[in-house]
């Protein structure tokens, strides 16, 4: 089994609930492999608590677990084992481990105080666990589901249908009407997705609705990069369309490798690029085994086997890096597409009230997210101060915020009456709030890197700008992106030394003609138009392969 499917095979084990026994069976050997003299607390009540409690009663009993629990506990006893508060544990426990993948930054802070305590996670617990038997049994799940897809495929579609594939998609409205348009024009579409992906159409109603021929939701990307290269060998596609991050580039080739059909890689980064950045390049190395040279020839193999490059990424880097790696696949700047929110804000500007400003990006506690690839969360407090102490209203949207891990920032907001921090919320009414802001703010102080990410990357944030309307401000470090604003009159530009200036630039920007250009920008990404590129593109690439 190649490293990366074992490794999104565990992933899946670790996430997905259709694998909640196989997970709880690896945790219960881990449990079993620890020496007895220690004091194991399990932390944590849900499904995988109560299946360890129920069906691996004696390897916890050997063990002389406990479980502990958030909240107060409401019963004597758990499934027949004690348990406790987590704000309750004793000091001397040996090791405390979390029941959980999603709320560990929470679980962490609530234990905080156990600071000779050894907590593990349940990725750890999980990899050192399993065994090749339960790989096996899970790896035969993901194939039967698999044999069920390709007949669902042969029902559905004959060999003479163009049918486009696209993997992971986008299900946002703008995209679903894009999709929608390119079915219009007599194209079949072909949805694999998963759970959890943001949409106003509830998945049962995709092809219903007029936005897919064929729509199926995997448990999760890590299920379907595992299923995804098997179904490829055998479906009859006519283009497959997939998103490429950073860290998928090892997955992305064994993809390609293995499709009968030409696949169009999404491009969200140049890989050569992001290596070179210190916590990135640390992160690649330690999970992924890729340095600089391992990434060039990933780089290089994905070059020449894709079949085309979409990507927002401005073209001149694109051909840079074609050039550097003596590829000729066809490439497209396609930036994506949009709709203007459904009730839009007529704006007034009162001389009485404070201007409000949106962010809306993840802020980052990982150590490899460094200023020249995102936005840690240490670089979010400068702005704060900047903007507030200029009297002007800053409101705080954190994706990555589901439930914990942030106590600083709510305590800034509780102290701040100018500063507003949310946590993640829904797309839709995200792009609401941004609606409801007279600018939207993407800036950083960026160190000098030789790398050059942060000079290309365009953040998803400045499309939902336009979306919703809004003009930006961004850094001029950030060259693309300030670059796009200053072409399309799209907000100002404003060198991280003028920040304290702000509100001056505001009071000077013409707000008026910019909120008329940001409409025309608009209309050029429309879905029609965008859709129209897109299949112009995809025959750009049947005729090179005639």
């Not at 890096?321 to 009162?350: C, D, G, N, W």
């Not at 953040?459 to 809004?470: D, H, K, M, R, Y």
């Not at 799209?490 to 013409?510: C, T, Y």
Request: aromatic share 10%.
């Amino acid at each position: 089994m190649k490293r990366h499917t074992k490794d999104s095979l565990v992933s899946s084990i670790l996430l997905d609930d259709v694998f909640m026994n196989m997970r709880a069976e690896a945790v219960a050997h881990f449990i079993a492999s620890l020496p007895n003299e220690e004091k194991l607390v399990l932390y944590g009540c849900g499904t995988i608590a109560r299946i360890l409690a129920m069906q691996h009663a004696e390897e916890l009993t050997k063990a002389n677990v406990i479980f502990a629990t958030t909240d107060a506990p409401r019963e004597n006893t758990f499934h027949g084992f004690p348990w406790t508060k987590a704000s309750q544990i004793p000091l001397d426990t040996s090791k405390v481990l979390l029941l959980s993948a999603t709320y560990e930054d929470a679980m962490c802070e609530e234990i905080g105080f156990l600071h000779n305590t050894d907590v593990i996670f349940l990725k750890q617990a999980l990899t050192e666990g399993i065994n090749e038997s339960l790989l096996t049994k899970a790896l035969q799940h993901v194939s039967h589901e698999m044999d069920n897809v390709l007949q669902c495929l042969a029902d559905r579609f004959s060999d003479d249908d163009d049918v486009i594939c696209f993997l992971d998609p986008d299900l946002s409205m703008p995209y679903l009407e894009m999709y929608a348009s390119m079915r219009k024009a007599g194209k079949k579409l072909v949805l694999l997705s998963r759970s959890h992906v943001p949409s106003k159409i509830p998945y049962d109603k995709m092809e219903e609705y007029g936005f897919a021929d064929f729509f199926y939701e995997a448990p999760s990307l890590h299920y379907l990069w595992v299923m995804i290269p098997r179904l490829l060998q055998k479906a009859n596609f006519s283009i497959v369309n997939a998103w490429c991050l950073y860290y998928t580039f090892s997955i992305f080739n064994h993809v390609i490798e293995t499709s009968k059909a030409p696949v169009v890689v999404w491009l969200d980064s140049i890989l050569s690029q992001v290596v070179q950045v210190d916590g990135a390049r640390q992160h690649l190395l330690e999970e992924q085994g890729i340095d600089e040279k391992r990434a060039t020839a990933l780089e290089k193999t994905l070059s020449h086997r894709a079949a085309g490059l979409v990507s927002r990424i401005p073209t001149q880097m694109i051909d840079k890096m074609k050039e550097q790696h003596e590829s000729k696949v066809p490439s497209l700047l396609f930036y994506r597409p949009l709709l203007p929110i459904e009730a839009p804000v007529q704006r007034t500007h009162e001389s009485n009230r404070p201007p409000k400003v949106i962010f809306v990006c993840s802020l980052h506690t990982r150590p490899d997210v460094t200023l020249n690839i995102g936005w840690p969360l240490e670089s979010i407090y400068e702005p704060i101060e900047v903007f507030t102490n200029q009297g002007i209203e800053f409101h705080i949207f954190n994706p990555l915020d589901v439930g914990g891990g942030y106590g600083t920032l709510r305590e800034m907001d509780r102290k701040n009456h100018l500063l507003h921090y949310s946590g993640a919320i829904h797309p839709e009414d995200l792009l609401q709030e941004i609606a409801d802001s007279d600018y939207l703010w993407l800036g950083r102080r960026v160190p000098p890197c030789p790398s050059g990410y942060h000079e290309t990357h365009l953040p998803l944030t400045i499309f939902q700008a336009v979306s919703a309307g809004t003009p930006v401000i961004v850094s001029s470090e950030l060259s693309s992106l300030a670059q796009l604003v200053t072409d399309f009159n799209l907000g100002f530009v404003l060198a991280s030394e003028d920040w304290k200036n702000v509100r001056k630039h505001m009071e000077a920007f013409d707000y008026e003609t910019s909120l008329q250009d940001i409409k025309e920008f608009r209309k050029s990404l429309s879905p029609e138009r965008m859709a129209l590129r897109l299949t112009d593109f995809y025959e750009t690439i049947h005729r090179s392969e005639r």
